[in-house]
């Protein structure tokens, strides 16, 4: 199970920055009225804690068909569709087209050198593309399906949707043309939907499986259905990280995993935060890190810049695997690392650095991960969407909507000439107008 150590978010350890307990009992009838919500499931996108109980066969068939049956696994997706998928792949199984078939390509984004690269290197008559857009109209989304549909001939065999059950474009395509389709829950938002077919389907097609971070979603549930925050881990984070942007002005949060395996998970993290609570107003920044590479690059400014930061610390018990630092060299400066190891050094770095923010009285807290494996990584997706969801409550935003992403889409929908939004393809010329200013 995942532990948290908040010492060094308190005063007592970390002085005037860190928190009191009477900063705590300013949002104690808010923490009541928020369990009450979520316990209460008071709103459909609170469904997302009920997705351990969800029915896998189907996504384990479909898993099995292509892990079987195809050399090459190509993901089309952006935003929710892709970080978590990403980062079940990055933490259990990196480097996995160098070792074996079928080799995962996820394409999130419209950047065209990198779809022309990804099509350099597969094999077309053996590749599975899985099209993954929760409302069906993704525009990035659905235009590589375009690119690929007519790259494979108008071929339905090599595709699957991953969609909506019923609503949008893509259910309709995949229900007329007879194309392989997984359900995305109605009531789950796209953010936090690695939980669903758009994350557990790649999780079964590169062997890991859906049912271990099932489990491991589930054991983090039932360890946060307390109202108290003490005995509630997921709402403790959320508390803090609210209280430190309400009450210390800190509202920027750096989260720094200390395995290279788990960088796409901070990334994950950072939409999720974002786009649930940065709306009127209120708020604060995730920021996406990687121990120890920034503490040659970011340390500083953590140290001594703005006190406008929290850090929380992803620390690994077990990597799994370690590497011995010979003792060689030892007529050397250096000569001290001999006898140690990759894993003693790493957690050196962390822990110290743990130590230097605290000492410099900069917030910071630790998660330790015991392991890197698919329960503990459904364990940390839970966690970090249930504490999202309850900074909502506290921040009294809607956790699941995102009304300034829907915006940008309808400008984009009007310059690429969608029937409807002329209006936004007007705003926008007329905008280009005022661009004066060119070096």
Same mark, same amino acid.
């Given at each position: ?115 022309? *690269? ?21 525009? /990035? ?21 991953? %969609? ?22 109605? /009531? ?62 800190? *509202? ?12 796409? +998970? ?25 121990? %120890? ?38 007529? %050397?400066?250096?000569?001290? +690392? ?27 807290? %630790? ?38 992403? /829907? ?33």
């Amino acid at each position: 199970m995942l532990e948290i150590d908040y010492s060094n978010m308190m005063s007592d350890v970390i002085g005037e920055a860190g928190l009191t307990g009477e900063d705590f009992d300013t949002i104690e009838a808010g923490a009541r009225k928020a369990h009450e919500e979520i316990s209460g499931r008071k709103r459909p996108g609170f469904a997302f804690l009920d997705l351990p109980e969800q029915d896998v066969s189907a996504l384990k068939e479909m898993g099995g068909e292509v892990r079987e049956g195809s050399r090459y696994y190509l993901h089309l997706g952006i935003g929710g569709s892709a970080l978590g998928p990403r980062t079940i792949l990055e933490a259990l199984s990196p480097f996995l087209n160098y070792l074996r078939s079928p080799k995962v390509f996820i394409y999130d984004n419209v950047d065209p050198c990198t779809l022309e *690269n990804i099509l350099s290197l597969v094999d077309l008559s053996r590749t599975a593309v899985n099209v993954v857009t929760k409302s069906g109209s993704t525009a /990035e989304t659905m235009a590589s399906y375009m690119v690929m549909h007519e790259k494979l001939g108008g071929r339905t065999e090599p595709f699957l949707a991953t %969609t909506d059950p019923e609503k949008g474009y893509l259910r309709k395509m995949a229900r007329d043309s007879g194309m392989r389709a997984l359900p995305v829950p109605p /009531e789950v938002g796209g953010r936090y939907s690695v939980l669903t077919p758009v994350g557990l389907l790649l999780a079964e097609v590169i062997g890991v499986g859906a049912d271990a971070l099932l489990a491991g979603a589930r054991e983090m549930r039932e360890h946060c259905r307390e109202a108290d925050l003490e005995r509630n881990p997921a709402y403790l984070f959320g508390a803090m990280l609210y209280l430190m942007d309400a009450r210390k002005r800190r *509202n920027i949060n750096v989260m720094l995993p200390y395995a290279d395996r788990l960088k796409p +998970l901070s990334e994950w993290f950072c939409q999720l935060w974002a786009e649930s609570l940065g709306k009127e107003g209120k708020g604060s920044t995730p920021y996406p890190s990687l121990g %120890t590479t920034d503490q040659h690059s970011q340390l500083q400014l953590w140290m001594q810049g703005p006190p406008d930061k929290v850090i929380t610390f992803l620390r690994i018990g077990d990597y799994g695997t370690d590497v011995p630092i010979p003792r060689v060299f030892e007529d %050397t400066g250096f000569g001290y +690392l001999g006898g140690h190891s990759l894993a003693e050094l790493i957690t050196a770095e962390e822990e110290s650095t743990e130590l230097c923010l605290a000492g410099n009285g900069r917030p910071n807290m %630790t998660i330790t991960v015991p392991v890197v494996d698919a329960a503990h990584l459904g364990q940390l997706f839970l966690f970090f969407e249930l504490a999202t969801a309850f900074a909502g409550c506290l921040y009294g935003v809607n956790a699941f909507n995102q009304p300034g992403v /829907e915006e940008g889409k309808n400008f984009t929908y009007g310059m690429m000439g969608r029937e409807g939004y002329g209006e936004k393809r007007a705003e926008v010329l007329e905008s280009r107008k005022k661009k004066v200013w060119k070096a």
